[in-house]
């Protein structure tokens, strides 16, 4: 399987600041990776796909760049609902492994 | 509206035996591949099973290979997965979500998880 691997692990930030995750790939898996938000008592929610397209609705302060084996996902300026957890998600190959995840904590 | 709503999760003993249910609405579930993914207590997401639209094939996580059975059946706009031998690191939130395939300008297609359900819980304890 794909390893996928997440850092941080979490963040600590302040509302309008600009932050960027990371996520790599254990092999090259193209712009095959996907983004999710994840909030306590709410379903996943699809961000991103094909590495930096921006899903149906969602804001353009997210930004999401990268192929091959290294990937990020960029806040231009963090707003007050971004504050959640985040995977990145290969689909490159089954079974589609998911990234541990980055929490982005209030400051 | 697109909904997919989960079902099935409770308290079970350890080496016991539950069925999920997740109920699909307002789209063809028959030409969607679906997925489970789970997130235990305190941790991330973890993928569980694929199923390809029509039953053709399955995909499980290692984790849980040989124990869970994901199945569907279209004429109820159903997916289930069986657990079966649970153990007390089964416990989580299973959530289960639509595969859509995006096409890329390039004229590739991907793969994303775009519909998710609110999610079962399941307890493995005696």
């Known amino acids: 399987d794909i390893q996928m691997t997440q850092s941080p692990s979490s963040l600590s930030a302040s509302i309008g600041d600009r932050v960027t995750i990371t996520c790599r790939a254990s092999q090259n898996i193209s712009f095959y990776l996907n983004w999710y938000q994840l909030k306590p008592g709410n379903a996943p929610k699809l961000l991103i796909h094909a590495a930096s397209t921006l899903h149906n609705g969602v804001p353009s302060r997210f930004n999401g760049s990268g192929s091959g084996t290294d990937f990020t996902l960029t806040f231009s300026s963090l707003q007050p609902e971004d504050f959640a957890a985040y995977y990145c998600q290969q689909s490159y190959s089954n079974p589609p492994t998911f990234g541990h995840g980055t929490k982005v904590e209030i400051k | 509206q697109v909904h997919l709503v989960e079902s099935g999760g409770g308290v079970v003993q350890p080496g016991r035996s539950l069925r999920l249910s997740c109920a699909a609405s307002?789209?063809?579930?028959?030409?969607?591949?679906m997925h489970w993914v789970r997130q235990a207590p305190g941790k991330g997401l973890e993928y569980v099973a694929v199923?390809?639209?029509?039953?053709?094939?399955?995909y499980y996580a290692d984790s849980v290979k040989g124990r869970f059975t994901i199945s569907r059946d279209n004429s109820k706009s159903t997916l289930y997965l069986q657990l079966n031998s649970l153990r007390a690191e089964d416990t989580a939130v299973y959530y289960c979500?639509?595969?859509?395939?995006?096409?890329?300008?390039?004229?590739?297609?991907?793969?994303?998880?775009?519909?998710w359900g609110q999610g079962t819980m399941v307890t493995v304890s005696s």
């Open positions: 979500a639509r595969g859509e395939n995006f096409y890329a300008s390039s004229g590739h297609i991907t793969n994303a998880l775009d519909i």
């Open positions: 307002g789209f063809t579930f028959s030409t969607y591949g």
């Open positions: 199923i390809w639209h029509d039953g053709s094939d399955k």
